[in-house]
């Protein structure tokens, strides 16, 4: 059993992935090159040499306010999508959890797989986003983009999450980055489309905003019929007539 790389406590189940009192990873993320397993805070593949994505750092958070005017109308469609389907679609209550219950105290990962992980970690920081919560944000921002890393191969969808976690952390290149190699895979992807243009948005590069929510308004018709999983309702179909609505606003003010 081996120790916290981050604050020394000694690790908890087997094959946990993050530290069940600091919430640090208690894993590297696969080699991108030979998808070799690697140790936390290892900078170089030990198998092939390429270079490691590195754990997001909480230094770039000076800059998450004007972000969150940005990605804040979708942290709130998010956080009702991704509850519904962790309940099976029951009724939730989606008043903020006692304030006992959210102040530093991450879910319990130990157990979940990176992709689990990951989903939970995500909805955390859109509640957080959402609630104006910076102190939460801060504390669940990196591990969220480093639990994305250690998923290995990223769907589309996965993509969407990254991107936003990117842009509500005010890193507009990297969230513009993770889009654009998903649309480099699908140009068409309105998920994508629509974190490409929050992206750049960030970037305060409304040129590029509207030439992305363009893409979004004409690849609509064609998309919706493609009938992508993520696009389903109980998926994303609300949040997509919610994106839409924001692109046609944009595109309708001359991209102010």
């Known amino acids: 059993m081996s120790n916290c790389p981050h604050c020394g406590h000694e690790a908890g189940a087997a094959g946990a992935n993050f530290c069940q009192r600091c919430g640090g990873a208690l894993r590297g993320a696969p080699c991108p090159k030979c998808n070799a397993s690697s140790e936390a805070g290892d900078r170089f593949c030990n198998q092939c040499g390429a270079t490691l994505p590195t754990e997001?750092?909480?230094s770039g958070l000076s800059s998450i306010h004007p972000a969150w005017a940005v990605v804040g109308i979708?942290?709130?469609a998010l956080i009702v999508v991704l509850a519904l389907q962790r309940t099976g679609g029951r009724e939730i209550d989606m008043a903020p959890p006692p304030a006992a219950s959210t102040q530093g105290s991450p879910p319990d990962l130990s157990s979940m797989t990176p992709r689990e992980a990951a989903d939970r970690l995500f909805e955390r920081v859109?509640?957080?986003v959402d609630g104006g919560n910076d102190a939460e944000v801060a504390q669940f921002l990196p591990m969220a983009i480093?639990?994305?890393d250690r998923i290995g191969t990223l769907t589309l969808d996965d993509r969407f999450h990254l991107s936003l976690?990117?842009?509500a952390g005010g890193d507009g290149p990297q969230a513009l980055a993770v889009a654009e190699a998903g649309?480099?895979?699908r140009d068409t992807h309105l998920l994508l489309?629509?974190?490409a243009a929050e992206a750049a948005l960030v970037l305060g590069d409304t040129d590029e905003t509207r030439r992305y929510y363009?893409?979004?308004v004409d690849s609509w018709d064609e998309e919706i019929a493609a009938a992508l999983p993520e696009y389903a309702p109980g998926v994303h179909a609300d949040l997509l007539n919610t994106l839409r609505s924001e692109a046609e606003a944009f595109l309708a003010g001359g991209g102010e």
């Open 56 to 58: 997001a750092k909480a």
């Open 74 to 76: 979708l942290a709130t």
């Open 126 to 128: 859109m509640r957080a």
């Open 146 to 148: 480093s639990a994305y």
């Open 165 to 167: 976690l990117h842009a």
């Open 183 to 185: 649309l480099a895979q």
């Open 193 to 195: 489309l629509a974190a």
């Open 214 to 216: 363009q893409s979004f």
